[in-house]
């Protein structure tokens, strides 16, 4: 799938998962869907030139290259359902005891997102390594500086992850059949669905994000503040 629909999904499912996710008040919950989404960007670390190995210029395009490497190719080792959320899950169990370490992968997260949805946002700052290193390290610091130590971290990585294999699971590429490749290399494809075709950029993406919409009314106190309003409105009428 193309980034912006792998990210729209993450944040479809971070915002879907909130009545079960272990966060707590509205800071908490904006930073567990930003995660998903962020981190729904993830597996595409397994090749330079993708929206995650150029976000951040060396920094991210030198780890890339070894992680590649590592998953011996595109759609490989970083989109095996079963090893990749729990490779990108225990790096993030490790780094979530530390300030800085949380903050960079909050940090990782709202840059991935902010690249893949460019198109959306006004200007191009989120398409630059400066522009984006500020607005994506300046929000991880804000979200971090008003909520508790996100000791949740790891889940919405492996949420995230899951996510994006299951968005390239039902493209003709596909992905591979968790563990069984590392013996003899063979894929799973769910569905015909090419990359980029209309049905992903008109029907699946929209989709997305109405849900996303749809869920975080939903699921947050937004429900319960408009629902007063909306009595108001039925009264009127």
Same mark, same amino acid.
Not at 90 to 95: H, K
Not at 170 to 180: A, F, S
Not at 211 to 226: K, P, R, S
């Given at each position: 799938?193309?980034? #912006?629909?792998?990210?729209?999904?993450?944040?479809?499912?971070?915002?879907?998962?909130?009545?079960?996710?272990?966060?707590?008040?509205?800071?908490?919950?904006?930073?567990?869907?930003?995660?998903?989404?962020?981190?729904?960007?993830?597996?595409?670390?397994? #090749?330079?030139?993708?929206?995650?190995?150029?976000?951040?210029?060396?920094?991210?395009?030198?780890?890339?290259?070894?992680?590649?490497?590592?998953?011996?190719? #595109?759609?490989?080792?970083?989109?095996?359902?079963?090893?990749?959320?729990?490779?990108?899950?225990?790096?993030?169990?490790?780094?979530?005891?530390?300030?800085?370490?949380?903050?960079?992968?909050?940090?990782?997260?709202?840059?991935?997102?902010?690249?893949?949805? #460019?198109?959306?946002?006004?200007?191009?700052?989120?398409?630059?390594?400066?522009?984006?290193?500020?607005?994506?390290? /300046? /929000?991880?610091?804000?979200?971090?500086?008003?909520?508790?130590?996100?000791?949740?971290?790891?889940?919405?990585?492996?949420?995230?992850?899951?996510?994006?294999?299951?968005?390239?699971?039902?493209?003709?590429?596909?992905?591979?059949?968790?563990?069984?490749?590392?013996?003899?290399?063979?894929?799973?494809?769910?569905?015909?669905?090419?990359?980029?075709?209309?049905?992903?950029?008109?029907?699946?993406?929209?989709?997305?994000?109405?849900?996303?919409?749809?869920?975080?009314?939903?699921?947050?106190?937004?429900?319960?503040?408009?629902?007063?309003?909306?009595?108001?409105?039925?009264?009127?009428?």
């Amino acid at each position: 799938m193309l980034g #912006h629909s792998h990210a729209l999904s993450g944040l479809a499912a971070g915002a879907a998962t909130l009545p079960w996710a272990p966060v707590q008040g509205p800071v908490a919950q904006a930073a567990w869907v930003a995660a998903a989404g962020g981190m729904a960007m993830l597996p595409d670390l397994d #090749h330079s030139g993708s929206t995650v190995s150029d976000m951040w210029g060396p920094v991210t395009d030198v780890p890339s290259g070894a992680i590649g490497r590592l998953a011996q190719g #595109h759609r490989w080792g970083t989109h095996d359902a079963l090893l990749a959320p729990l490779a990108f899950g225990a790096f993030a169990l490790a780094a979530a005891d530390a300030y800085w370490s949380s903050l960079l992968l909050l940090a990782l997260a709202i840059g991935l997102a902010l690249r893949a949805l #460019h198109f959306v946002i006004p200007g191009r700052a989120e398409n630059t390594v400066v522009g984006n290193l500020v607005l994506s390290w /300046g /929000g991880a610091w804000l979200l971090l500086d008003h909520m508790p130590p996100p000791a949740w971290l790891p889940w919405a990585v492996a949420l995230g992850v899951l996510t994006h294999i299951a968005g390239d699971a039902i493209t003709t590429q596909g992905v591979p059949v968790p563990v069984v490749w590392l013996v003899k290399r063979c894929r799973l494809a769910l569905t015909p669905l090419k990359t980029g075709t209309t049905l992903e950029k008109a029907v699946l993406a929209p989709a997305f994000v109405l849900a996303t919409v749809w869920f975080v009314y939903a699921n947050t106190g937004l429900q319960d503040a408009v629902a007063p309003w909306v009595q108001e409105l039925r009264s009127l009428g």
